[in-house]
C-alpha cells in the first residue's frame, strides 16, 4: 500500500530536549516536506526537498532542521524545543514531474512542555 | 502576495443543501489549485484540483469554479452529506509543485 509513514504519532517533551520526527515514504517520490498545522493558521511549509541531499526552507523553518541522506526519509530534528513548537505536524510526498498531488501521512501531535 | 484567503472559517448545512467555500489569492505565478479534505486524525488527502487554463471542474458532487481576472476559486458541495463534515483546506502550488501555500481551512459540518 502506498503511504506516508510518520513517527511518532503523539510526542509529549519538555523544553530543549532534542527530538526527531521520522518520516518514511514507500512510493519512490523525489520530492518530500514538512508542515505544521495550527489553529486558524492552516498549513505551513517548514522545509522541504527536491531529491537526496538537496533541502530548503520553507516558510517557517526557524527552529527546525531536516535530512535527506536517503531517497525514502526525510526526518524533522528540532534541536531545542520550545513551547511555541507545540503543534501538529505533516510529512508529505510528491512526485512534481507526474503531478502535484502531495500524499499526506497520519500526523506527530507534539506538546513541548 | 504568497497567502492564500480562505473563508468562512466554519459552515453548518443541512443534509441536502449546497456547501460553498471560498478562496483568493495574489499571486499570479500560482499555477494549481487543489482542495484537500482532512477528517478528524488523519492527514489531508486531496479532493479535487485545477489549472487556471480552465473555469470549472466537476467530480461527482465537487466542483471548483475558478475566476483568473479575480484571483478567486470556490469549492462547491452539492447534496451535501453528513460524511462530508470535515475540514477543507484550498491551495496553491507554483514551480511544478516544489512550493505550496495551504488557505487556514473551512470546518464544515453537515447536519442529518
Known amino acids: 500500500e502506498a503511504q506516508v509513514t510518520q513517527n511518532p504519532r503523539y510526542l509529549i517533551t519538555v523544553t530543549g530536549k532534542k527530538l526527531t520526527v521520522t518520516c518514511s515514504q514507500n512510493?519512490?517520490?523525489?520530492?518530500m516536506s514538512w508542515y505544521r498545522q495550527d489553529p486558524g493558521l492552516g498549513l505551513r511549509q517548514i522545509y522541504y526537498?527536491?531529491?537526496?541531499?538537496?533541502?530548503d526552507k520553507g516558510d517557517v523553518p526557524e527552529g527546525y532542521k531536516v535530512s535527506r541522506k536517503e531517497k525514502r526519509n526525510f526526518p524533522l530534528i528540532l534541536e531545542s524545543p520550545s513551547p511555541n513548537q507545540t503543534s501538529l505536524y505533516f510529512c508529505?510526498?510528491?512526485?512534481?514531474?507526474?503531478?502535484?498531488?502531495?500524499?499526506f501521512g497520519s500526523g506527530t501531535q507534539l506538546s513541548v512542555l | 502576495q504568497q497567502q492564500v484567503k480562505q473563508s468562512p472559517q466554519s459552515l453548518i448545512v443541512q443534509k441536502g443543501g449546497i456547501s460553498i467555500i471560498n478562496c483568493a489569492y495574489e499571486?499570479?505565478?500560482?499555477?494549481?489549485f487543489p482542495w484537500y479534505q482532512q477528517f478528524p486524525g488523519k492527514g489531508p488527502a486531496l479532493l479535487i484540483a485545477i489549472r487556471p487554463d480552465v473555469s470549472e471542474k466537476k467530480e461527482g458532487r465537487f466542483t471548483i469554479s475558478f475566476n483568473k481576472s479575480a484571483k478567486q476559486f470556490s469549492l462547491h458541495i452539492m447534496d451535501s452529506q453528513p460524511g462530508d463534515s470535515a475540514t477543507y483546506f484550498c491551495a496553491a502550488t507554483w514551480n511544478y509543485g516544489q512550493n505550496f501555500v495551504f488557505g487556514p481551512g473551512t470546518r464544515l459540518s453537515v447536519l442529518p
Open positions: 512510493m519512490n517520490h523525489e520530492y
Open positions: 508529505a510526498s510528491s512526485s512534481p514531474g507526474a503531478d502535484e498531488k502531495l500524499f
Open positions: 526537498s527536491m531529491n537526496v541531499e538537496v533541502t
Open positions: 499571486n499570479t505565478a500560482f499555477d494549481y
